[in-house]
């Protein structure tokens, strides 16, 4: 990271207990430097054996992931660069809509058979990373399953996890795979309008759809991280964690441009 970057990542960081008088021992590590090694698995897509020498040893940095992890510190850390984001683009930190898709990736030998399956319409062996984003394509929340779960079974899980988390959202936008019982359900149940955004029938070849093309852009921020390229993790709230360090990234990064 830049000097102005780690200006933007060190405000953004929770603060450790022991800090705060909640006790428990200072860490003895630099968080910079934690930080930096993290950010750069994810993105050149090495194993934890491989760190270079000029980062801490690799069982310090993933002891410290893990613990993040764990913790949920990583998710409010990627949760609090969010709303700088949307502050700094005119917006409540609160968001009121949001899109819903699904991306299935192959998934490699490290990834148990309990977790992993087929997606029969993508011809994919693997997990299916399910996300949900809002207008700017910033992630609100995300869910990563065996390939074979259908969006639809899928939605159910992540619409209750955006309500709970985002209670003012109150539209959500998707695709032809969340019709059926899933629109009525979150009318209901949820209190939120999810509308489909179907493609035209005598549109042959690509077209941008409303609305849909912002949570593929967000796919294509992410697949800019190689650990992403496919799923290599043993367990799925590990995905979900790497997912969430590359957004951090691309947030990061974007208000490190701003504040120039």
Same mark, same amino acid.
């Given at each position: ?51 270079? #020498? &000029?980062?801490?040893?690799?069982? !310090?940095?993933?002891?410290?992931? *893990? ?5 949920? /510190? +990583? ?98 936008? #998707? &695709?032809?795979?969340?019709?059926? !019982?899933?629109?009525?359900?979150? *009318? ?5 309008? /999810? +509308? ?65």
């Amino acid at each position: 990271m830049s000097d102005a970057e780690w200006a933007v990542v060190r405000d953004a960081m929770p603060a450790p207990g022991w800090l705060e008088g909640r006790g428990g021992q200072p860490e003895s590590y630099c968080h910079r430097q934690m930080v930096d090694a993290v950010r750069y698995l994810v993105a050149g897509g090495i194993t934890w054996r491989a760190m270079p #020498a &000029d980062f801490p040893a690799w069982d !310090r940095v993933y002891a410290f992931f *893990r613990r993040w992890r764990d913790k949920g /510190l +990583t998710a409010e850390f990627h949760d609090r660069l969010r709303d700088r984001v949307r502050r700094a683009a005119g917006r409540d930190p609160e968001p009121t809509a949001g899109i819903i898709d699904a991306q299935s990736v192959k998934a490699a030998a490290s990834v148990p058979g309990a977790t992993r399956g087929f997606d029969g319409g993508k011809k994919v062996n693997g997990r299916k990373r399910h996300i949900v984003v809002d207008t700017l394509g910033l992630l609100l929340t995300v869910m990563v399953t065996a390939a074979s779960v259908t969006d639809r079974e899928a939605g159910q899980t992540l619409l209750a996890r955006l309500r709970e988390r985002h209670w003012r959202v109150t539209r959500v936008w #998707a &695709d032809g795979g969340y019709t059926g !019982r899933l629109v009525n359900l979150a *009318r209901d149940a949820l209190r939120i309008a /999810l +509308t489909v955004v179907r493609r035209s029938d005598d549109t042959s070849g690509f077209t941008v759809l409303p609305k849909r093309w912002l949570v593929e852009r967000t796919f294509a921020w992410l697949m800019h991280s190689r650990r992403l390229a496919r799923d290599y993790e043993t367990r799925t709230d590990t995905s979900e964690a790497v997912i969430k360090w590359a957004m951090s990234t691309v947030m990061s990064r974007r208000l490190a441009r701003q504040a120039r």
